[in-house]
């Protein structure tokens, strides 16, 4: 993913409306939701609803599809995915990290903390 891209994905997520929708539509899968659903789901006003829908399609972040009368909407994995990689793809300089690892490290300070006190 290119810089340009990922600020693009991020500033349509960071918007509270917009945040609640992906984060809704990641959570039924690719199936996704008809707009009606998701209004209700979110009480969001149809008006604002499209607004947010068009803004995270234009990043790129969500995709649409025709079923019948219904416009139905679900998350772009492979969009989030290469989000998340360009977030991560210099973390910890290159070592594995993570809850694991990252648990590891804490510890591993909070030894060399006590060690030090004592």
């Given at each position: 993913?290119?810089t340009?891209?990922?600020?693009?994905?991020?500033?349509?997520?960071?918007?509270?409306?917009?945040?609640?929708?992906?984060?809704?539509?990641?959570?039924?899968?690719?199936?996704?939701?008809?707009?009606?659903?998701?209004?209700?789901?979110?009480?969001?006003?149809s008006s604002?609803?499209?607004f947010?829908?068009?803004?995270?399609?234009?990043?790129?972040l969500?995709?649409?599809?025709?079923?019948?009368?219904f416009?139905?909407?679900?998350?772009?994995?492979?969009?989030?995915n290469?989000?998340?990689?360009?977030?991560t793809?210099s973390c910890?300089?290159?070592?594995?990290?993570?809850?694991?690892?990252?648990?590891?490290?804490?510890?591993?300070?909070?030894?060399a903390?006590?060690?030090?006190?004592?």
């Open positions: 993913m290119e340009k891209s990922a600020i693009t994905a991020l500033a349509a997520l960071a918007q509270e409306s917009r945040l609640a929708i992906f984060r809704l539509l990641v959570s039924v899968g690719p199936e996704g939701l008809a707009a009606s659903k998701i209004a209700e789901q979110l009480e969001v006003p604002s609803l499209s947010h829908l068009k803004e995270l399609s234009h990043a790129g969500i995709v649409s599809r025709q079923d019948g009368r416009i139905i909407y679900s998350a772009n994995f492979a969009a989030m290469d989000l998340i990689g360009f977030l793809e910890c300089g290159g070592n594995p990290c993570g809850p694991a690892s990252l648990s590891k490290t804490i510890a591993k300070k909070t030894v903390k006590s060690a030090v006190k004592s």
